[in-house]
């Protein structure tokens, strides 16, 4: 009776494969690897994100998340995934494609997190070479937008790396971590060598 299967997010988004990585639409059972690595990684994640909710890393906050990402994903809005390492399985971060526009924009905005343990080993690298061709082929977007912090060096060599282009300079862009901060604006589009 499938009918009475509860609906999740999971049966919109496909899992997306990469050479060393796997992303998936979050479920509640990825709670608690989800909490441990976030945790363990937010005085690393603390200067590059929105300030945290004090209750950021409860089970009551993370079954909210996961319902407004099926929300998301019903309404063509946002598309998030969680990353896990293909070899073990072990969640190492996560990435939305989000800020989903349509109509003659057909682009999105692209987010990402990874944990610190897991950092500079390529594997975002081969999350977002694995998105993009979803995004394109699968979403129909012709354009994927990204924005970072002027003195993230990694994620520019990141964006850069994978074929994203600096388009600009956007003054008081985000509120990261309790701040309006100026961002650095990179885009790649369909038409675009995905390196």
Not at 162 to 183: K, M, N, P, Q, T
């Amino acid at each position: 009776m499938s009918f009475l299967r509860p609906f999740s997010f999971a049966d919109v988004i496909p899992p997306v494969r990469g050479e060393k990585v796997e992303l998936r639409a979050p479920e509640m059972r990825d709670f608690e690897a989800w909490a441990a690595l976030r945790g363990a990684s937010r005085e690393f994640l603390r200067p590059w994100e929105p300030t945290w909710p004090p209750n950021d890393l409860t089970r009551p906050a993370f079954r909210a998340r996961i319902k407004r990402y099926g929300q998301d994903a019903r309404a063509d809005a946002a598309y998030p995934f969680f990353i896990f390492r293909s070899d073990d399985g072990a969640l190492v971060g996560g990435l939305t494609l989000g800020q989903i526009r349509r109509g003659v924009a057909q682009t999105g905005s692209l987010g990402y997190w990874m944990g610190q343990a897991h950092a500079g080993q390529g594997l975002m690298s081969d999350a977002v070479r694995a998105l993009l061709p979803y995004a394109f082929g699968t979403l129909r977007l012709r354009r994927v937008e990204a924005a970072c912090l002027p003195e993230n060096g990694p994620s520019i060599r990141l964006l850069e790396r994978v074929g994203f282009i600096r388009e600009g300079y956007a003054r008081s862009y985000l509120c990261i971590a309790g701040a309006w901060r100026d961002h650095l604006l990179y885009a790649i589009l369909s038409s675009d060598e995905i390196r």
